[in-house]
C-alpha cells in the first residue's frame, strides 16, 4: 500500500490524453487488450505509459499474484468473515471439494430446470433482492427473449407494487414462485414471497422452489424444492450457482452451462495471462489510477446494446458493495478515495439526457462505452450502424472537444453562443467491445468484472467479499417496525410521526 500510495501522490497534475498519443507511440497496442470474445480499448483514458508500468510494479508489491492464487485456489482471502469466496469454483475453478459440490449442484439446477420447462408452467415469479435478483435480472433480460421456457418475472422492491405488477401479468394455476435469499431471513424477500403465496393459491408454497444458503429454514419454510449453495458464494457473485435458475429455465440449462463455461474461460485468462496483458488486470489498474491518481471518483458505464441495459445496476452492486469501504483488512483507515461511484444508462438514449454533462459539466470522470459488435434483430443494416456510430463518436468527441475559435466560427462570431457550443474535451473514456452477445460471451463479460473489482480491492488493501455497511439501516428499520425509540433525529422522528409507523 505504501507503494501504491506514493504513485498515487504523485498524480495531482492534469494528464493531457492528446498529447499521449502524440508522445507514446505504442500507447494503442499496450493499453488495449482482447480475451474471451472482449476486446477492451483503455488508450483514452489519463493514465500514461510510466504510470502504468509503476501500477504493475505496485501489483508486485501488493502481491497480487498470491491473492489471485489464494482466491482461485478456495483459500480464506474474506478475512473479516473468515472463508472464502468460492463463486470460481461454481463454474468449475476452485478447491477439488468446492467444484465437486458445485458440480452436483448444477445436476440438481438442470433436473429442476428441465422439469418446469416439460410441466406447463407459463411464468415463474423470482422473488429476492440484491445479488439474488441483479443477476438473475440481467441474466434474463440480455439472453431472455430467445428463450423459448417459462417467462420470467423478477420483483425485489418491498414496494407492493413491483409485486403486484408481476401477478397482474400471471395465471396462478401455471405460476411457479422462485425465492433466492442467502439467509433465507432477508426481510423483504419473505414479506413479499408470503404476498405471493397468498395470491397464488393454496398449493403455491409446496410448488415453490427456494434457492439458499440455509435450506433447513427453507424446509421450515415449506418449499417444495430446496436448492442449496454454498455460504462462502457472497449474494454478488451468486448468480454462477443455483441462483442461475432462472436462466435456466427460460433459456435451458445449456445456457447456463455455457455462461458458466464463458466465465471460467475469463477466469483462466485471469490466472495464465501476464499482467501486462491481463484483460482485468489492466481496468483495474486504470479505474485505481482514476480514482486515485487524477480524483475523479465517478464512472459512468453505458451499454451501446438494449439486452445489457441492467448492466449499469449489476455493476453498481458489485463494485460500490465490493470495494466501498473506508478501512483496509486490518481495520486501519484507508489514506484515500476507494471505489468510485459507478453510474450509467443506455445509449443512445443517455445521450439526450445526462451526456450534456459528461461533455461540458464541471464533474469530470472516465466514461466506460460498452457494445456489441454483432446484432441480435433482423431489421435494417442501419440500426446497428447508427447504434456503433454513435458509441464511437461519443468517446472520440470527449477527447476531441471544440475550440472556442472553431465554435466562434460557427456562431456566426457571436462570443457569448461560441463560449455555450465550446468543448473542452481531453475527457476519459474506454470502450469494450464483445464480438457478440450469448451466454458464453455473458459470462465472460461478468467474470471481467468480477476480477477487475478484485485486482482493485487487492491494491487498494481492503477486502471486497464483505458488505458491513448494508447492514445498520436494516437494524434500524426493524427496530423502528417494531415500535423501539432508539434516539432518532428530529428529522427521522418528524417522518416516522407523519407516516403513522
Known sequence: MDHLAAILAAGAEPVDIRALFAGEPDRLS?????????????????????????LLAACTAADLSGWRARLLAGEVVNLSEGRAAT????????????VAVAQAAAKDVARIADQLRADGVSDVILIGIGGSALGPALLNDALGRDGDGPRIHVVSNIDGEALHRALAACQPATTRLVVISKTFTTAETMTNAESALAALGPAARAQAIAITARPDRAAAWGAGHVLPFAGSVGGRYSLWSAV??????????????QLRAGAAAMDAHFRDTPLPHNLPVLAALADVWAAHGQGQQTRGVFAYDERLRLLPSFLQQLEMESNGKSVARDGSPLPGPTAAITWGGI??????????????????????????????????ATHH?????????????????????????????????????????????????????????????????????????VLLGINPFDQWGVELGKELANALLAGENLGFDPSTARLVARAGL
Do not use: W
Open 385 to 457: 450502424r447508427q447504434l456503433l456510430a454513435n458509441c464511437f463518436a461519443q468517446g472520440a468527441a470527449l477527447l476531441k472537444g471544440r475550440s472556442f475559435e472553431a465554435a466562434l466560427a460557427l456562431s456566426g462570431g457571436d462570443e457569448a453562443l461560441a463560449r455555450a457550443k465550446t468543448f473542452s474535451g481531453n475527457r476519459p473514456s474506454s470502450t469494450l467491445l464483445l464480438d457478440r452477445l450469448d451466454p458464453a460471451t455473458l459470462g465472460a463479460l461478468i467474470a471481467f468484472y468480477e476480477h477487475r473489482t478484485f485486482v482493485a480491492a
Open 244 to 257: 442461475g435458475l432462472p436462466l435456466a429455465i427460460r433459456c435451458g440449462p445449456d445456457a447456463l452451462s
Open 30 to 54: 499496450r493499453l488495449s487488450a482482447s480475451a474471451c470474445g472482449l476486446h477492451m480499448d483503455l488508450s483514452r483514458l489519463a493514465l500514461p505509459l510510466p504510470v502504468l508500468d509503476q
Open 87 to 98: 463463486h470460481t469454483a461454481e463454474r468449475g475453478i476452485g478447491s477439488p471439494a468446492d
Open 347 to 380: 445509449g443512445t438514449d443517455a445521450q439526450h439526457a445526462v451526456f450534456q454533462l459528461i461533455h461540458q459539466g464541471t464533474c469530470v470522470g472516465p466514461v466506460e462505452f460498452v457494445a456489441v459488435l454483432e446484432p441480435a434483430h433482423d431489421l435494417p
